[in-house]
């Protein structure tokens, strides 16, 4: 098969697997935060709620 | 002898691309979105004066503008590298690049097409503050339906060997996954009747050019990322 420039994945392993799922976790957080927090996570009253106001909007989640 | 990148390595070029690909959508959305948005606000406004912003408008449609598509793209980047580290071995593709671009297809999809055509967003003014945990529990459900769609379509090819065959199953499914999502999820009738059609028109369109503009940037990104990795990894050594 003409695929000699193909990379390959690393193996799955259950310790890449136990990490995939932690960096998930946080990235799905770090989501949560641009889309639904209202200061519970960010610990910021609501400025940062208010901050990213627009983006919420624009990136198509339900604000108000 | 096939490259293995290591997942650190992967993540890295997801991320990077993810806020790329946000930074790139924000511009977009800052001119493209931004005078709907404002057109919408000064509706809200004449209705009932506001009282003191935490946050100017100056600010909002600026750099939070930015601060929220860029986390938001470094974010998604995150989940794509580590989607495409842990299926790339089922995607059944030689090419790296078409594994990235179809993870990133599915995710426009299932994540942003589906649930768009089912809660197509809305500017500020519209939208009843009382309901705002139910449409936000909808609309979550609108994207884990979506990727469920996606994910059926990928299953019900497989069943298949002919290529028309094939793209039939998977669209039948797809279908048939979005049809019952679309009939059990609630519909919400939140537009005012006074609500000018252009205006949200023109707010909806350009949420989905967002939208649209930082998965396909996040694909050819992170592809883009890969295929230079392949070439780095692969100079030194002579390829038979
Ligand atoms: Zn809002």
Redesign the pocket.
Known sequence: MPKAQALTTPTISTRLLATAAGVTGIMLLLAYLVAFDQGALSQSGTYLHELM?DG??LLGVP?? | MPLTPSYPQLLLRGLLAGLVAGLLAGTFAHLAGEPHINAAIAIEEAGAPAGDAIVSRDVQSGPGLFLATGLYGVALGGILATAYTVLRRRLHTGSDTTAALSLAAAALTGIVLVPYLKYPPNP?AVGDPATIDQRTAAYLAAVALGLVAVWAAALAARTQTHPWARATAAAAAFLVVVTIAYTLLPTFHEVPDDFPATLLWDFRISSLGTQTILWTALGLGFAGLLARLTHRTETPATVP
Do not use: L, S
Request: with cysteine; proline share 17%.
């Open positions: 106001h919420r909007h604000c108000h | 500020p």
